[in-house]
């Protein structure tokens, strides 16, 4: 696949998540008109969209078609936003700045954004239970849950709060990232292929990519959150500051660079399986490793 070809199928893939996000989206004259604008606040803002292009281009990777996996890949979208909502409330990692604007507390309060961020949280499977008329798109909303939940995304969370101001060693490091970061990106991998009704060997490619590229995003992720240059729309440094330990503490640059390589590498090569089919998301997993934002 040649760069034009990754961009335009990115584009496709970005375009029709941002059309679904629309067409789901609570917007109408009501009481609670101010929490509709808070919710949309966030979500409408300018995310990467990274976690529902990979849904998508799994699904289709797997055989499957991106309209039945739709609403999964807008209500992954929005699982991400309520956790960027509640990441950034003072309880948390109390941030105030997101994508480059004020975060959603600082905008409509902390109460009004607790509220946001839950009704992100149900909203998803309001909206993926709507399109649900396989027994594979029902497996992929309960691996969604799950990884969202306290054995995924929320259980990283938990350890991260738990490490500040401590200095956490490796294992620490590695598991709360794998869940915190991780689990979603393994989410939008592996419901993609379950979506397509893909095969036990199908699923277990998808899981080992998921991993790896949850891994490698970090990586970055932690290298660019010390890096003066690039435009992360947040607030530089707020890791060290608040005594976290991250990759960039525990293994120091060079070694997460060798790390990133490594992970790209062989998140490529899990998926050999799908042949021809799996070009995109193998140009993809390269283009987060070398992203600037
Ligand atoms: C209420 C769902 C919910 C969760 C509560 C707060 C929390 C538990 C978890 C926080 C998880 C978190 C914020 C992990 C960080 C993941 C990460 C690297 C986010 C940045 O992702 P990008 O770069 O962001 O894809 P954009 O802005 O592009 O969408």
Redesign the pocket.
């Known amino acids: 696949m040649n760069k034009n070809e990754y961009i335009s199928l990115k584009n496709k893939y970005l375009e029709f998540t941002e059309a679904t996000l629309e067409k789901l989206k609570l917007d109408y004259p009501c009481k609670q008109q101010n929490l509709f604008n808070s919710v949309n606040y966030s979500l409408l803002a300018s ?2 969209r ?1 976690r529902p292009i990979i849904l998508l281009a799994a699904c289709e990777m797997a055989g499957g078609n991106i309209e039945d996996a739709a609403n999964f890949a807008a209500g992954l979208e929005m ?2 936003n ?3 909502i ?2 950034d409330l003072p309880a ?1 990692d109390n941030d105030d700045l997101r ?1 480059g604007n004020p975060t959603n507390h600082i905008v409509y309060g902390e109460a009004t954004a607790i509220l946001a ?1 839950d009704v992100l ?1 149900v909203r998803p499977f309001e909206v993926m239970a709507q399109a649900v008329k396989t027994k594979g798109q029902l497996n992929a909303m309960q691996y969604i849950a799950k990884c ?1 939940g306290a054995e995924g ?2 259980g990283g ?1 938990e350890i991260d709060l738990k490490c500040e101001g401590i200095s956490a060693d490796e294992e620490t490091i590695v598991v709360l990232n794998k869940l ?2 991780g689990a979603l990106f393994k989410a939008a991998v592996v419901s993609g292929v379950m979506i397509a009704d893909g095969s036990e060997e199908y699923l277990k490619a998808a899981e080992t990519y998921g991993d790896l590229l949850g891994l490698a ?2 990586l970055v ?1 932690d290298l660019l959150d010390n890096d003066p240059e690039a435009n992360t729309g947040k607030t530089k440094g707020s890791d060290i500051e608040k005594g976290k330990s991250t990759y960039l503490s525990v293994y120091g640059e060079e070694k997460c660079r060798a790390l990133i390589n490594m992970c790209t590498e062989k998140a490529r090569e899990a998926l050999n399986i799908f042949g021809d089919k799996a070009q995109f998301l193998c140009t993809l997993v390269e283009e987060l490793a070398t992203r600037v934002n």
Do not use: C, N, P, V
């Open positions: 995310g990467k990274i699982i991400h309520s956790s960027l509640h990441d948390m994508r961020g949280l969202a995304m929320m969370q915190k970061t995003f970090q992720d």
